[in-house]
């Protein structure tokens, strides 16, 4: 099956603790995005990375960071949540940046 | 401040209505629009891009572009209840070296049987 891959599907932490989400696509495609989901449901991108390159990087808190082994992974590490940081977390992945971008399921964070 | 606005915020359609959803962007270099259509628990998928004035069709779906008015704009002929999701608009500069699609405030859309 291709699609892009998720997990965990939910993980709930308590503040100043360090989380990680893993993110796959078996799409064969070039670049890979990070976005944040609030609960408002606005989309705002974190992250996207090309060929292992940086491209976007939104201003984001310095305690995000992507982390990626090859174009089909691109993980999200958080050093010390906080409140704030409870949302959807939504990776998707394009054949090149202006392409239909296709997303994963999402991982719900819940910070307490 | 969005750079992609839409409207309504949420809109109710009988099954079998019209749903018209609109979407305006203010930045003059992102004017090369998508629509995406999220269900609950999901994420987004890309329903269709348009990048030239005028219309352009998809089965039930049809986008309006006018690039003067940097406005778009998405109708549904005969809704159906698995319409029912949130609908964001993304806009992009789709120039060689720029930034990757912009999402809109989105729009939430109920069919009712």
């Known amino acids: 099956e291709t699609a892009v891959f998720q997990t965990p599907n939910y993980h709930v932490t308590q503040v100043g603790n360090e989380v990680s989400f893993n993110c796959k696509q078996t799409?064969?495609?070039?670049?890979m995005y990070w976005y944040k989901q609030d609960s408002k449901k606005l989309l705002k991108i974190m992250f996207s990375?090309?060929?292992?390159?940086?491209?976007v990087n939104e201003t984001v808190p310095r305690r995000f960071s992507p982390q990626s082994s090859d174009k089909a992974h691109l993980n999200l590490r958080i050093k010390s949540v906080e409140p704030e940081d409870s949302a959807v977390y939504l990776c998707?992945?394009?054949?090149?940046?202006?392409?239909?971008?296709?997303f994963g399921p999402g991982t719900r964070l819940t910070v307490l | 401040q969005q750079k992609v606005q839409q409207s309504p915020e949420s809109l109710s359609v009988p099954e079998g209505g019209m749903a018209s959803l609109n979407c305006t962007s203010s930045?003059?270099?992102?004017?090369y629009f998508w629509w995406y259509r999220q269900h609950s628990g999901e994420g987004p998928k890309a329903l269709m891009?348009?990048?030239?004035?005028g219309d352009k069709k998809e089965g039930r779906f049809t986008a309006h572009l006018n690039k003067a008015s940097l406005h778009v704009s998405l109708h549904i002929r005969d809704s159906q209840p698995s319409d029912s999701a949130l609908y964001f608009c993304?806009?992009?500069?789709?120039?060689?070296?720029?930034?990757?699609?912009?999402f809109g405030t989105g729009t939430t859309v109920s069919v009712s049987p």
């Open positions: 998707a992945s394009s054949q090149t940046v202006y392409a239909e971008q296709f």
């Open positions: 799409l064969g495609h070039d670049t």
């Open positions: 990375y090309n060929n292992k390159q940086l491209i």
């Open positions: 930045d003059r270099n992102f004017q």
């Open positions: 891009s348009i990048f030239s004035d």
């Open positions: 993304a806009a992009s500069e789709n120039y060689q070296g720029g930034r990757a699609l912009i």
